[in-house]
């Protein structure tokens, strides 16, 4: 659970993240058929308020789980120092 500064309001319920990796990756777990729009547009949107660069979305509900995965990235990728 990571609380969120929004051009200073403290928003009061809290964003529940299925995952985040070392403050710079989010990962929502489905299982659904398939991924809906809202599904990615609220990734993006935990991704912008929290200013993580990646995202990925994994779907359970499959034989093939490398084939159920979506990587996304937003501006904040960009600015990442290349090492």
Request: proline share 5%.
């Amino acid at each position: 659970m990571k609380l969120v500064d929004y051009y200073d309001l403290q928003l009061e319920n809290p964003l529940r993240l299925d995952l985040l990796v070392n403050d710079c990756i989010i990962v929502e777990l489905k299982t659904v058929e398939k991924f809906h729009p809202i599904d990615e547009a609220k990734l993006m949107t935990y991704m912008k308020l929290l200013s993580i660069p990646q995202g990925l979305l994994i779907n359970f509900n499959s034989t093939n789980i490398t084939k159920s995965t979506k990587p996304l990235v937003n501006e904040y990728f960009f600015r990442l120092a290349d090492e």
